[in-house]
């Protein structure tokens, strides 16, 4: 059963970065779709953003300009750079392989092989 494993997050202060990432034994993350996730406490999970195989992305409005998701090959590892983080965007932070080629950040269903996430913790 493959399983996405996250790590990398941490506590920054407001304006700090992070740069948490998700590896899977088993999967070719090049070959399929791949989604961030978070949760902050007490509330859904969330969609953060989406790269497709082909390497395209796209990213939740709360989050464009500030993070991006990348993929390095060689290191069959997924990335999310953070960068500007504030309080709210504190929460776990997952990754998941998306059911199909499409895949769309905000479909939750959509998407398996959930991590167990990375916490981070943003403090003003």
């Known amino acids: 059963q493959v399983q996405a494993v996250e790590s990398g997050g941490g506590s920054v202060q407001a304006g700090g970065s992070l740069k948490p990432s998700c590896s899977a034994s088993?999967?070719?993350?090049?070959?399929?779709?791949l989604g961030w996730f978070r949760q902050a406490p007490g509330q859904e999970r969330t969609g953060v953003a989406h790269?497709?195989?082909?390497?395209?992305?796209m990213y939740a409005d709360f989050v464009k300009g500030r993070f991006t998701i990348s993929r390095d090959n060689s290191k069959n590892t997924l990335y999310l750079q953070m960068n500007s983080l504030q309080p709210e965007d504190t929460g776990m932070y997952y990754c998941?392989?998306?059911?199909?080629?499409?895949?769309?950040?905000?479909?939750?269903?959509?998407?398996?092989?959930w991590g167990q996430g990375t916490q981070v913790t943003v403090s003003s």
């Open positions: 088993g999967l070719i993350l090049s070959n399929v779709c």
């Open positions: 998941a392989r998306g059911r199909y080629y499409q895949c769309y950040y905000y479909n939750l269903g959509s998407f398996t092989n």
């Open positions: 790269m497709r195989s082909d390497g395209s992305t």
